[in-house]
Every structure is written in C-alpha cells, then in structure tokens.
C-alpha cells in the first residue's frame, strides 16, 4: 500500500516531466527560443560578463525572416512620401557609374519612397539615363576638373551643397564606384563627419572602405556606422586595426574583436556565411544564395542594409521600450535583413536565369523575395 501509495503521489510529476521534453522538443518551442537568440533579448546586454561570454561563443544564426517581419512598416493610406525612408548614395565618378546606380535602384526596390544620388558632374548624366526614378545631384568632383589654387573654395561648395539635404535622410551609403581620387575622398571624409554629427546612420562599401580603412577616426566609436567588406576588403581592415592576418578557424572571435576595437561599428563580413558583429554579438546569416558571383551583388547589399537598418531605428523608437528588439542594435539588424533579402533574390534569380544572371536580374527579383515573407500591408507600424 505504501509503495502504492508513493507512486500515485509522484504521477503528477511524471506527467509534468514528459510534458516539459515534449514541449522543449517541440519545433514552435526551438522556434521560440531561437527567435529570442536572434532577436538578442536584451537581458544584461551591456553587462561585462555577458559581454564575456560573447566573446568565446559561437556566432548564433538569425532568425532573419522574423526580424524582416518584425521592422518591415505596412502599407496603408494613411502614410505619407518619405515615411519608408529617403536614402542617399555617395559614389560615383567619370570611371564607376553602375555601382550608385545598383546600391540607389536596390533601395527604392525594397521600399525606400525616395533614393538620392550625389556624384560627380562626369557620372550624373550617365545615371540619370539608367532610371528616372533616381535623384541625382552632380555636386562632387575630382582632382582634374578643379585647379590647385581653388581646391579649398570647391571643397567648401561640395559641402554647403551636401548639407543643403543632409538631414533630410534616414540613411547614407558611402562608397559604390567613388573612385579613388584624393579630392574626392577628402570631401567625402568632410561628407561623413557631418553625417556622424547630425547622427545620420552610414553603410560604407566599396571605395567608401578603402577610405575609412585609410582613416579609420572617421568610423570609430560610431554605433550608427556600418562595415561591409568583402573578402579582399576586410583582409585590410583587419591587418590596419588588429595588425595580424585573418583567422578563418576563428573567424567569429575575429570579426567580434574587429568590431569592437573600431568602438562598436557594425561589421557585416561577407562570405560563404556573413557574420555581423557590432562588438557585443556575432550573427550568421547562412541561408543559400547563388553560385553567380557577377559583379554588383554588394551594392545591392549595401541599398538593402540601408533601408532596412532606417526601417530598423523606426520600429525601435516607435514601439517605445516595450518591444523585444528596444536594446537590439538597429544596425544589426539592418544587416541582418539586408544579407538575407539579398540571398533570397539571388536564390530566385539564378533559378530562373542560371549562368546569364547578371546584377540587374536579382535587383527585379527583391520585391518578390520581400513580398514572399512579409506581403504588403501584413507588417509591422
């Protein structure tokens, strides 16, 4: 009778047991908690032993179409031009005009309202004819057009007309085909330190890297600021600012102290897999893009991280400190959403056009990538 007894008490904990490995075996469970690693909780975010133990785990992959759905705004009627987004590139010069082209078009195609082009006078016209829907301001010029003795006076002008729309935007790409002039960079440098003072995110690419790798003051201890370099491009960066030679066996503790020793600048590696690491957290992106490796892919990388890292900061602000992304990095985010749409439209490109697939055939495919897990009027605001 006791043993009976002991049994019959301890049936209720059985049950409770079975029922807590079903649960946590259960795919909606390890969805959950996935969604909560990706969208990085926020429980002791700053805290130095988290910290710690960041440093010595593993990159965790994003949930990133949940995070594409959580910062998407909907489209509805009550909102007016320029509330999902006006984004500006700076790049373009007399020998590059595909690439501002590429990064301006991606962010009007994944839902930016307005797309800015600031480029030399030899470069706007070219732009202007791949689309109408771009615009184009032929402000920036290079080493040949201007003379010695009026360098200061032109430099200045570059600026006030900059200026004149600077903090109309929610986001700047610095860098698709810039160039590599002197004068044109040191404007460009001026450019960028007014956005840091207005605190204007910036994704820098391309050129945009070779002069912030060259002048790393201009990124650092900027959390607004975001890196995408390629491989070529973060092999410099990491042998400028850590003065050793990329660690591919480490790849993610490397990445994470490159990230932080530039003061918490976002750095979206680009790879097999892209890791994003602000300097607290490393995320993967791993999801199969395309075999095609045409040139232009990372300019609509970097329109994509653009949108969605403004996209990011207004879902933040908005949902107040209540919503499960109010201590997640915007730019984490961005990134996060930016590698994975662009992964998606290459997928869906290369199955339709194979070796053919150019940079203008996964462009048309990111509405359609962004429509498939997040359709239009379903998201978030």
Not at 13 to 34: D, I
Not at 101 to 112: D, T, W
Not at 169 to 176: R, T, W
Not at 313 to 337: E, F, M
């Amino acid at each position: 009778m006791l043993m009976k007894h002991v049994m019959n008490s301890q049936l209720p904990l059985l049950r409770c047991a079975n029922t807590c490995v079903l649960l946590a075996s259960s795919p909606v469970f390890r969805r959950q908690k996935l969604l909560i690693r990706s969208l990085g909780s926020g429980i002791d975010y700053h805290n130095h032993n988290h910290s710690e133990n960041m440093q010595r785990m593993r990159s965790v992959e994003a949930d990133a179409e949940s995070i594409i759905r959580a910062i998407t705004p909907a489209l509805d009627s009550t909102r007016h031009k320029g509330q999902a987004g006006k984004i500006a590139v700076i790049g373009g010069c007399r020998e590059y005009t595909g690439a501002p082209y590429f990064a301006a078009i991606s962010a009007l195609k994944i839902g930016a309202d307005l797309s800015h082009v600031f480029c030399t006078k030899d470069a706007a016209t070219v732009i202007k004819s791949y689309s109408p829907e771009l615009i184009v301001h032929p402000v920036l010029e290079e080493s040949y057009s201007v003379r010695e003795e009026d360098k200061k006076t032109t430099s200045s002008k570059v600026l006030a007309e900059v200026d004149k729309w600077l903090e109309r935007f929610d986001c700047l790409v610095i860098g698709p085909g810039l160039g590599r002039d002197p004068f044109l960079l040191d404007c460009v440098s001026k450019i960028m330190r007014h956005a840091r003072q207005s605190n204007i995110p910036i994704v820098i690419d391309g050129d945009g890297l070779f002069l912030v790798t060259d002048n790393i003051d201009l990124v650092s201890g900027y959390t607004l600021a975001v890196l995408t370099p390629n491989v070529n491009e973060y092999k410099r960066l990491v042998q400028k600012v850590l003065s050793s030679e990329v660690n591919d066996a480490d790849a993610t503790q490397q990445v994470l102290s490159l990230a932080k020793q530039i003061g918490g600048v976002t750095i979206l590696k680009k790879g097999k897999s892209d890791l994003i690491s602000d300097g607290d957290t490393v995320k993967s992106v791993t999801i199969y893009g395309s075999p095609r490796r045409c040139g232009g892919q990372g300019d609509i990388l970097s329109g994509s991280v653009a949108v969605f890292l403004s996209w990011a900061r207004q879902h933040i602000l908005a949902a107040g400190p209540d919503s499960n992304l109010s201590l997640t990095n915007p730019a984490v985010l961005g990134c996060i959403a930016g590698s994975a749409m662009m992964r998606k439209a290459a997928t869906l490109a290369f199955s339709n056009k194979k070796r053919s697939t150019v940079t203008g055939d996964i462009i048309e495919c990111l509405g359609k990538s962004l429509e498939d897990i997040c359709p239009a009027g379903s998201c978030s605001l």
